[in-house]
């Protein structure tokens, strides 16, 4: 007798539990869960996340925490040990987007271990934020820098540019003097440089620990003057009667515009390229960076023989900005459903 009370009770307490588990399942999906504000685009939050990939889900594991396992097809922050990953996903009480939401078979980039995910010892997805794009044919897609519900594509070459390079906004003036270099640092890893010339300066960007002059695809690469070279004879007036490059008839435009990336000397026109520069790289380059250099006060340099004139001194006026502008400003390319949408941010854009 004593035997099937205790046998009762051992039944009446485990569904009790099973019941108590249900009631508090049900009022964490009508909203006793979790409650977060939106923290922003992807490339927002995810300067925040420890881990970000790009991978591809293998398989749901349903249950009272699901999580699902994805290959890692590339590491774009952090580190991994393997090529497999388990990833914690929505449960009704931690900030987390719903697994079904991410197929089986399906590609993604996904930013983990951010705000309100509560991984404990492993990786979790958060919504509170634009954590994850969807990954197809070379792109990915959702918010990467708008506003929220914003639907965006960038190429996931331009997306690992992003992710390694960060926003930055400068602004510099100075002073310089004939057969002297200015050197600036901006932007976190990058160096401007005015490379003293016979008569003036060349404009050079450097990354650090690098050699290669960011800037030296600037267009036109033949037949005119660069607007990176500042001579003595483009800012004369009238032009004198000297030896003028390319027989031109007038010199770049202030201020001097100028394009520069990372990839310069790497992945575009690289020691192991056979082939000349395409426009569509030129247009790459432009979409990281973009500089203008403003040539201020003055004094030339009479010249002698024949020669061109230089120039004594110069006052710059330089703006330097994010994946961008001398105005130097980092861009990222962008496009918006229907539109094309390139953020540019210039000194006191915002």
């Known amino acids: 007798m004593f035997i099937c009370r205790a046998s009762l009770s051992l039944k009446s307490a ?8 249900c009631l508090l399942h049900l009022l964490a999906s009508e909203g006793l869960g979790c409650s977060c504000a939106w923290e922003g685009p992807f490339l927002k939050v995810a300067s925040q996340s420890p881990l970000i990939v790009h991978g591809r889900v293998l398989r749901h594991h349903d249950g009272m925490q699901p999580f699902m396992d994805v290959l890692v097809l590339e590491t774009l922050k952090g580190g991994l040990l393997d090529t497999g990953l388990q990833i914690q996903m ?13 197929p089986e078979g399906s590609a993604w980039i996904f930013a983990l271990n951010g705000s309100g995910a509560k991984p404990g010892h492993g990786w979790a997805l958060s ?10 044919n070379g792109h990915a897609f959702g918010c990467v820098d ?3 519900f914003e639907k965006q594509e960038i190429s996931l070459a331009d997306l690992r540019l992003s992710l390694g390079y960060p926003e930055f906004k400068e602004t510099f003036t100075g002073r310089i003097e004939s057969g002297r270099v200015y050197r600036r640092s901006f932007g976190g890893r990058f160096e401007l440089v005015l490379e003293a010339m016979p008569q003036g300066w060349e404009i ?8 290669e002059n960011l800037a030296r695809l600037t267009p036109p690469l033949h037949f005119a003057p660069n607007p990176r070279e500042i001579d003595g004879w483009q800012l004369a007036d009238p032009l004198p009667d000297c030896a003028i490059p390319y027989a031109a008839e007038t010199g770049p435009e202030n201020p ?12 575009i026109d690289g020691p192991k390229t056979n082939k000349a520069v395409t426009p569509e790289e030129v247009e790459r380059i432009s979409r990281f960076g973009r ?8 004094e030339l340099a009479p010249g002698s023989s024949g020669q061109c004139p230089g120039i004594k001194w110069s006052g710059v006026h330089r703006p330097v900005g994010s994946q961008t502008s001398l105005d130097l400003v980092p861009l990222r390319n962008t496009t918006s459903t ?13």
Do not use: A
């Not at 001097?256 to 992945?267: K, L």
């Open 14 to 21: 485990m569904s009790f539990g099973v019941v108590l588990w």
């Open 90 to 102: 929505g449960d009704g009480m931690h900030c987390r987007p719903d697994m079904q939401d991410f």
């Open 127 to 136: 919504h509170c934020g634009e954590y994850w794009l969807r990954m197809e």
């Open 146 to 148: 708008g506003r929220q």
């Open 204 to 211: 050079r960007v450097y990354e650090k620990g690098r050699d």
């Open 256 to 267: 001097r515009r100028f394009i520069f990336s990372p990839e310069v000397g790497t992945t």
């Open 291 to 298: 500089g203008n250099l403003t040539i201020g006060n003055f």
């Open 338 to 350: 229907g539109r094309t949408s390139i953020p540019v941010y210039k000194s006191g854009s915002r």
